[in-house]
C-alpha cells in the first residue's frame, strides 16, 4: 500500500499514512490519525534516478546501481549508462531490483 503525506492541524508537524489507493483521502481531506487531525497534502516522491531523468532525459549516468552491472554500458568509473525507460525497467528485472 502506498503511504500518504498529511499535515497535523495542531502542531503542523507531517504524518505518513498507508492507505490502498481506492481509500486514500483527497488531497485536502481532513481525517484522524492516532486521535490527531490530519489534513492531506501533495507529496511528490523521485529517487534519484528519478530526478536525473526528469532533468537529463535518457541516456544518464545511474548513480544508484551498483558499478558494472551487467546489462548497461558503463562509464570510465564503472557507473551504469541507462538508455531508455525500456532498458532501466529490463535492468532492474533481470537483477530482481524495484523502486523503493
Do not use: W
Not at 504524518?15 to 507529496?43: H, K, L, M, T
Not at 551504469?80 to 532501466?88: F, G, L, R, T, V
Amino acid at each position: 500500500m502506498p503511504t500518504y503525506e498529511f499535515v497535523n492541524q495542531e502542531s503542523g508537524s507531517k504524518v505518513e499514512s498507508f492507505f490502498s489507493y481506492d481509500d486514500a483521502p483527497r488531497i485536502g481531506d481532513v481525517i484522524v490519525i492516532d486521535g490527531q487531525e490530519c489534513r492531506r497534502v501533495p507529496s511528490f516522491i523521485l529517487d534519484e534516478a528519478g530526478i536525473a531523468r526528469k532533468t537529463h532525459k535518457y541516456p544518464y549516468v545511474s548513480r544508484t546501481l551498483p558499478r558494472n552491472i551487467n546489462g548497461c554500458d558503463c562509464n570510465n568509473t564503472g557507473q551504469p549508462i541507462i538508455k531508455s525507460q525500456a532498458h532501466e525497467r529490463n535492468v532492474a528485472s533481470e537483477h530482481e531490483m524495484a523502486k523503493e
